[in-house]
Each structure stands twice: as structure tokens, then as C-alpha cells.
């Protein structure tokens, strides 16, 4: 008797592990279009996908006559601190800098959205400058002028601003979407953002941002 028992327990776990996968894979599917649902409007042209690498999403769409990428990170790498959903805004575009010019915003660890702990060189920031910012560089004498950043600095004075990188390959812009719910997150541990949506009035100020930036670089 305890030996069926133990089987018909079995056969319901497995029900409900099985359960549990098919509801994670219908999200995986989906979560992307939610996620854009509310920016694709923004776009001429736009392609929604699952990113490269797990816990990522990405959509590539065209605004006035240049091509974007926008991808959605989920950083759990951070210790301490709850979990976050991160937006990367990129302009793909190459750009007349000979070197990275990289300002993060509160620096406390690693990320899984950028190379900014890998480049060597700490420069003093401006006054008035955001406090809490600090600027990177792979080259101190072939960087460009911090300067360049100073009339985007308002985005990165709010909770939103993250980061602001210019590079010879492109510039790209990263803000924060959302945080997981602390009490939730406490008890599942699950790096779970709901139902969130990413806000087309954000995504179109970083778009501005890096197409002011992408002009006032060129030659």
C-alpha cells in the first residue's frame, strides 16, 4: 500500500513539475511581446525576439532613418541588492572616437549588461556632475571630453539613468525598467518582473539622447 501511495505522489509531482515548465516556456514566449508591447509604436520598422543569452530579450526597429537595438537584461549578479530589469538602448553606429568613454551611475559590483569594471582608467568627474557617477575610459589621452555627456546628465539624476556609454563602436544608453518585489523575492527567491511593460516615454528620451550625441560626434 505505501508503495503505491508513494507512486500516485510520484505521478502527481511529476504533474506538476510538468505544469510548472509548460507555464515557464509559454512565458519565455511571450514575455518579449509583453515586455515591447508598448514601444513598438515607436518605431518605423521593428523585430521582437529572445536575446542571445538566457534572461534576455531584444527588439531592433528603425527611428528617423537610424537603426536601434533594444534589449532587456535581468541582472541578478548583484549581491545585496534585489534583482533588476535593465533596458539597453543602442545606437550601433560607429562613431569619430578613438576611445570608450563609459559613465556609470553608483558602481557597486559587477553587471551583466557591461564592460565598465574592465576598463582601466578612473577620470575625475566634473562639477556638477550627477555625485554618485563615475567615468571610465580604456584611454585617458584619446578619450573624448566628458563634457560631451553634460546636457544628458538629467535622465541619470533620476532612478531610471544607469549608464551612458560612447564608443567606436556605437552608443548606448542603459536605464532601469524595474525591480522584483522585495517581499516576493524574499520568499521565492524568483526573479519574477510580473507584468511589467517597458515605458515608450523613457525609450524615446534615451533615442533622443543618443541621436543628439551620434551628431554632435560627427566630424
Not at 575625475?124 to 550627477?130: A, C, D, L, Q, V
Not at 521565492?188 to 543618443?210: H, K, M, S, Y
Request: charge should be neutral.
Amino acid at each position: 500500500m505505501q508503495i503505491v501511495l508513494a507512486i500516485i505522489i510520484g505521478f502527481v509531482l511529476l504533474g506538476l513539475l510538468w505544469r510548472q515548465w509548460r507555464a515557464a516556456e509559454r512565458n519565455l514566449q511571450t514575455q518579449p511581446m509583453h515586455l515591447f508591447s508598448q514601444v513598438q509604436n515607436l518605431f518605423h520598422t521593428c523585430n521582437i525576439e529572445q536575446g542571445e543569452a538566457a534572461g534576455t530579450w531584444k527588439l531592433t526597429g528603425t527611428y528617423k532613418y537610424q537603426t536601434f537595438q533594444l534589449k532587456a537584461v535581468v541582472d541578478t549578479l548583484a549581491t545585496r541588492k534585489l534583482p533588476s530589469l535593465w533596458l539597453l538602448v543602442t545606437l550601433p553606429e560607429l562613431q569619430n572616437v578613438n576611445a570608450t568613454l563609459d559613465l556609470m551611475m553608483r558602481p557597486t559590483g559587477p553587471t551583466t549588461f557591461s564592460n565598465f569594471d574592465f576598463l582601466p582608467h578612473t577620470l575625475k568627474t566634473p562639477t556638477g556632475f550627477p555625485a554618485h557617477a563615475v567615468i571610465r575610459t580604456d584611454d585617458e589621452q584619446l578619450c573624448a571630453s566628458a563634457e560631451i555627456l553634460r546636457p544628458h546628465l538629467g535622465l541619470f539624476e533620476t532612478r531610471h539613468g544607469k549608464e551612458l556609454l560612447v564608443s567606436p563602436k556605437g552608443l548606448r544608453i542603459v536605464v532601469q525598467v524595474a525591480e522584483v518585489d522585495r517581499l516576493r523575492y524574499g520568499v521565492f527567491r524568483e526573479a519574477n518582473f510580473g507584468d511589467t511593460v517597458i515605458d515608450p516615454e523613457l525609450v524615446a528620451q534615451c533615442l533622443a539622447i543618443l541621436l543628439t550625441l551620434n551628431a554632435a560626434l560627427k566630424p
